[in-house]
Nanobody
Framework: QVQLVESGGGLVQAGDSLRLSCAAS????????MGWFRQAPGKEREFVAA???????YYSDLMNDRFTVSRDNAKNEVYLQMDNLKVEDTAVYFC???????????????WGQGTQVTVSS
């Protein structure tokens, strides 16, 4: 079972950028679809972005091209570059491993503990 650890969250102002990282414990990382999700207080966990084994990327329409997902299989890491952050992007961000980028969260098998992103106005 792959273990995932997110990092890079923090408190920023609206318009700033952050880069989240997710480190995986296994070499089999390269065989997984990797997804980013977020959950704000009182809301359901929602899809942010995903990247396939072949590095094809998928994004939620809500991100409006502000976010970029990438992966480095040699380092067993996946990244989420977030630009022009908005107050409504405030949430805990999770990475997860799965088999299909179109799967809902419940089909992703392994999850990190999450990293808090807070955007102030």
């Amino acid at each position: 079972q792959v273990q995932l650890v997110e990092s890079g969250g923090g408190l920023v102002q609206a318009g700033d950028s952050l880069r989240l990282s997710c480190a995986a414990s296994e070499r089999t990382f390269s065989t997984y679809v990797m997804g980013w999700f977020r959950q704000a207080p009182g809301k359901e966990r929602e899809f942010v972005a995903a990247i396939t084994v072949a590095a094809t990327t998928y994004y939620s329409d809500l991100m409006n091209d502000r976010f970029t997902v990438s992966r480095d299989n040699a380092k067993n890491e996946v990244y989420l570059q977030m630009d022009n952050l908005k107050v409504e992007d405030t949430a805990v961000y999770f990475c997860a491993s799965g088999t299909s980028p179109n799967d809902p969260p419940r089909f992703y098998s392994n999850w990190g503990q999450g990293t808090q992103v807070t955007v102030s106005s």
